[in-house]
T-cell receptor
Framework: DTAVSQTPKYLVTQMGNDKSIKCEQN?????MYWYKQDSKKFLKIMFS???????INETVPNRFSPKSPDKAHLNLHINSLELGDSAVYFC?????????FGPGTRLLVL | QKEVEQNSGPLSVPEGAIASLNCTYS??????FFWYRQYSGKSPELIMS????GDKEDGRFTAQLNKASQYVSLLIRDSQPSDSATYLC????????????FGAGTRLFVKA
């Protein structure tokens, strides 16, 4: 059983396109996150939702819009993709002591 | 100044040696401290958490925290080639959202 799953695993697309990444957790946690990890491996928080409510919104271009239909799901929609959006995007779910990360979505914008 | 700073490495140690990884943080209000391990192409996984000053041991891993110096370290005893990975230091403060800030990571190579 996968605790935190993301789809797709890989995403290759052209500049200017719009794409979505989906995340689901089956751990029963209330809090979920989106992180971006760039080519230098720096992992940076983007958003956090607690029970469908946005609680952390870092300085992220408004082309990025998270959506949480229920507390088990947190999706990320990206409009007008740019070259600099190329990175690995990790979804995470927060338990009592730590966060559990999904496998990541490798996004390449050409 | 970065919020969480780590030496990017790479840190190379021979098999069986002690690997010492260091991290400093800038927010004195940080409450929780973590070490994650990330293998190439994989997601981060928690190996140690520490919340109060002093040492915390778990198997071959020891985390050390000194809040006065704003310093966290991880010692890996009897290093194995399978320990070769990037180690991410993370600090968390509950600002209403349990925001976790990660360092850029230290790459560790354990030579057989």
């Amino acid at each position: 059983d996968t605790a935190v799953s993301q789809t797709p695993k890989y995403l290759v697309t052209q500049m200017g396109n719009d794409k979505s990444i989906k995340c689901e957790q089956n751990l029963g946690h209330d809090t979920m996150y989106w992180y971006k990890q760039d080519s230098k491996k720096f992992l940076k928080i983007m958003f956090s939702y607690n029970n469908k409510e946005l609680i952390i919104n870092e300085t992220v271009p408004n082309r990025f819009s998270p959506k949480s239909p229920d507390k088990a799901h947190l999706n990320l929609h990206i409009n007008s993709l740019e070259l600099g959006d190329s990175a690995v995007y990790f979804c995470a779910s927060r338990g009592r002591e730590t966060q559990y990360f999904g496998p990541g979505t490798r996004l390449l914008v050409l | 100044q970065k919020e969480v700073e780590q030496n990017s490495g790479p840190l190379s140690v021979p098999e069986g040696a002690i690997a010492s990884l260091n991290c400093t943080y800038s927010d004195r209000g940080s409450q929780s401290f973590f070490w994650y391990r990330q293998y190439s192409g994989k997601s981060p996984e928690l190996i140690m958490s520490i919340y109060s000053n002093g040492d915390k041991e778990d198997g071959r891993f020891t985390a050390q925290l000194n809040k006065a110096s704003q310093y966290v370290s991880l010692l890996i005893r009897d290093s194995q080639p399978s320990d070769s990975a990037t180690y991410l230091c993370a600090v968390m403060r509950d600002t209403g959202g349990f925001k976790t800030i990660f360092g850029a990571g230290t790459r560790l190579f354990v030579k057989a």
